[in-house]
């Protein structure tokens, strides 16, 4: 399996500009995790989906920050307008829920910088 | 709410030396407990976990004990490698609860030294 992919890995942008980050869970998994890490406040959780359908928003920060699931294999974590404090490490995870295992697998995260 | 609590870091090591990190947590109901690693430059990987109290979860020669009496659940390794240089995240899942969502500690990172 390829593991989760998270696409771009880099990403520099302009305060304003819209920003948006792209994940491909591992096939067959059906719950998804979008989280930021910061030097400041560490790994936060934003969102997380469970077979598509958002369970949990209450970390995302405000109403600049979007996401969104349309099928079991994509979803998008959208910023709009960007600010420079929106400067993070974005990591997408992906776990099967109902096994009795809460592993999650983690992507390789995609590096934000606004400038 | 549920919390961790790990040992402030960054902590430095010589190769081969013997390795503690402590982690405490504070929930309601019944946590997993979980060690994840995070490499330079990758995201974090689940090291080893356990799921029920006097549990211990190994794993590369890591190991951590499920401790419900004193709700730790503190990572060890005997002796350390240059490669087991990386950040450490404790972290806990309360399934009872229905929660999916993984609590994570702060992060210790370690750095070996040959």
């Given at each position: 399996?390829?593991?989760?992919?998270?696409?771009?890995?880099?990403?520099?942008?302009?305060?304003?500009?819209?920003?948006?980050?792209?994940?491909?869970?591992?096939?067959?998994?059906?719950?998804?995790?979008?989280?930021?890490?910061?030097?400041?406040?560490?790994?936060?959780?934003?969102?997380?989906?469970?077979?598509?359908?958002?369970?949990?928003?209450?970390?995302?920060?405000?109403?600049?920050?979007?996401?969104?699931?349309?099928?079991?294999?994509?979803?998008?974590?959208?910023?709009?307008?960007?600010?420079?404090?929106?400067?993070?490490?974005?990591?997408?995870?992906?776990?099967?829920?109902?096994?009795?295992?809460?592993?999650?697998?983690?992507?390789?995260?995609?590096?934000?910088?606004?400038? | 709410?549920?919390?961790?609590?790990?040992?402030e870091g960054p902590?430095?090591?010589?190769?081969?030396?013997?390795?503690?990190?402590?982690?405490?947590?504070?929930?309601?109901?019944?946590?997993?407990?979980?060690?994840?690693?995070?490499?330079?430059?990758?995201?974090?990987?689940?090291?080893?976990?356990?799921?029920?109290?006097?549990?211990?979860?190994?794993?590369?020669?890591?190991?951590?004990?499920?401790?419900?009496?004193?709700t730790s659940f503190?990572?060890?390794?005997?002796?350390?490698?240059?490669?087991?240089?990386?950040?450490?995240?404790?972290?806990?899942?309360?399934?009872?609860?229905?929660?999916?969502?993984?609590?994570?500690?702060?992060?210790?990172?370690?750095?070996?030294?040959?």
């Amino acid at each position: 399996d390829a593991g989760v992919i998270q696409s771009p890995r880099h990403e520099v942008t302009e305060m304003g500009q819209e920003v948006t980050l792209r994940c491909k869970p591992i096939s067959g998994h059906n719950s998804l995790f979008w989280y930021r890490q910061t030097m400041m406040r560490g790994l936060e959780l934003l969102i997380y989906f469970n077979n598509n359908v958002p369970i949990d928003d209450s970390g995302m920060p405000e109403d600049r920050f979007s996401a969104k699931m349309p099928n079991a294999s994509f979803s998008t974590l959208k910023i709009q307008p960007s600010e420079p404090r929106d400067s993070a490490v974005y990591f997408c995870a992906s776990s099967l829920r109902g096994t009795g295992s809460n592993e999650q697998f983690f992507g390789p995260g995609t590096r934000l910088t606004v400038l | 709410g549920n919390s961790v609590t790990q040992m402030e870091g960054p902590v430095t090591l010589s190769e081969e030396a013997f390795l503690t990190i402590n982690c405490t947590y504070t929930a309601t109901g019944y946590p997993s407990l979980f060690w994840y690693v995070q490499y330079p430059g990758e995201g974090l990987q689940l090291l080893l976990k356990a799921t029920k109290a006097d549990d211990k979860g190994s794993n590369k020669g890591f190991e951590a004990t499920y401790r419900k009496e004193t709700t730790s659940f503190h990572l060890e390794k005997g002796s350390v490698q240059v490669s087991d240089s990386a950040v450490y995240f404790c972290a806990l899942s309360d399934l009872n609860q229905g929660a999916q969502k993984l609590v994570f500690g702060q992060g210790t990172r370690l750095t070996i030294n040959p």
